[in-house]
Structures are given as C-alpha cells and as structure tokens.
T-cell receptor, first 118, second 112 residues
C-alpha cells in the first residue's frame, strides 16, 4: 500500500522568503509519480509540479521546485520568493501503476496549511 | 490539460435522499476517478470508473452507497445514496490523460 506523510499541519512564512514543505512517501512499486497540488480557499485543485520515480533531475516549474531524494523517500516542495497569493493548503500525492499498467488514482497526504504574512 | 465540467457545484440535501453528481470531460479518457474531501481533511479516492466495466472501489467505499456510471469515454456520474450528515463533503472527479491529473471544480454537499 502507498502512503504519503506530511508532518507540517501549518506554516507561517514571511512574504518573499523561501519555504519548504515536507513530504515523505512509502511504496513498494518501482514506478511511481509524485505530485504537489495547491488548494486555495475556493476549493479548486491546482497542479503545481510532478516528479517521476525514474527522473534523474529534480523537477522545477517557475517558483516551484521539488527536492527529490529517492533513497530517503522524500519529495519536498520548495517555493521561492513567497507571495501573499501562495497562502493555501498544499497536498503531496503519489500515483502508482495498476496491474494493467495504467495509472492509478492518487494517494494524498494530509496537507500543509501555508500562510504567507506581509 | 483536460477541462472538466462538474455539477452541481453545491447542494443542500435532506438525509435519506440521494444526489447524483456529473462530470463531463472535453476529450476521451480511459479512467475517471472520484474523490471525497471531508471538512478540513485531505482527499480520499472513492473509486475508479472505466468505460464499459464496473467501477473499482477503494477500501471503505461500497457500490450500494456510491454507485457510479460511466456510459462513455467523456462522462461519469457518482451518486451519494441514502445520505446522512456524515456524507457532507466535497466530491471531486479527476482524469489523467498522461499529462497529469486534472480535477473538476468539486461539488460541495451539505446533508441536513
């Protein structure tokens, strides 16, 4: 079974600072994918970044980067130069591969509530 | 990425009744996923819906409570049956077209 652990229920960060959101995972599948989503108070799920288990380089998307440490089974999200609009819930999620070779649904962590302070 | 139209966006329902949630995707997809997000909680996968076959339910979710239809490759419905206040949640559908998982805007259900 897959498991995602996010140990930071909430974080307060000053605007313009960098912030790291922690995520560790557990799986026995050799092939998996890791995702980060942002959920503002409106409730929509906004895709931020993806890391495949076989990717050699850490993923980056604008101000978002993923610190992928496979041996430690961690996939921390780094947001550089935080902005007030970054205040939201952040979820780490994992996708496995089913017996038919297709993508499974996502397993989510409990999330981190990030608040950016001016 | 795929565009998903989910409706209703919200509803208030009486206990004991049922609500059907619809998701329409702008292109054909093999699998559609249904999630529940209870108040203040994370998302939990309810079931995976394949076109032409029975949905596959996750542990803790049963077909009698959450029947799913998948009549074609662009549409699916989730019904929440015989509702109780504990069913008050946000329900979201999602698809994966190989370029990541896209979510519908969610259905905020309140059972009174």
């Amino acid at each position: 079974a897959q498991k995602i652990t996010q140990t930071q229920p909430g974080m307060f960060v000053q605007e313009k600072e960098a912030v790291t959101l922690d995520c560790t995972y557990d799986t026995s599948d050799p092939s998996y994918g890791l995702f980060w989503y942002k959920q503002p108070s409106s409730g929509e799920m906004i895709f931020l970044i993806y890391q495949g288990s076989y990717d050699q380089q850490n993923a980056t998307e604008g101000r978002y980067s993923l610190n992928f440490q496979k041996a430690r089974k961690s996939a921390n999200l780094v947001i550089s130069a935080s902005q007030l609009g970054d205040s939201a819930m952040y979820f780490c999620a994992m996708r496995g591969v089913n017996s038919g070779g297709g993508a499974d649904g996502l397993t989510f962590g409990k999330g981190t509530h990030l608040i950016i302070q001016p | 990425s795929a565009v998903i139209s989910q409706k209703p966006s919200r509803d208030i329902c009486q206990r004991g009744t049922s609500l059907t949630i619809q998701c329409q995707v702008d292109s054909q997809v093999t699998m559609m996923f249904w999630y529940r997000q209870q108040p203040g909680q994370s998302l939990t996968l309810i079931a995976t819906a394949n076109q032409g076959s029975e949905a596959t339910y996750e542990s803790g979710f049963v077909i009698d409570k959450f029947p799913i239809s998948r009549p074609n490759l662009t549409f699916s419905t989730l019904t929440v049956s015989n509702m109780s206040p504990e069913d008050s949640s946000i329900y979201l559908c999602s698809v994966n077209r190989g370029d990541g998982y896209t979510f519908g805007s969610g259905t905020r259900l309140t059972v009174v």
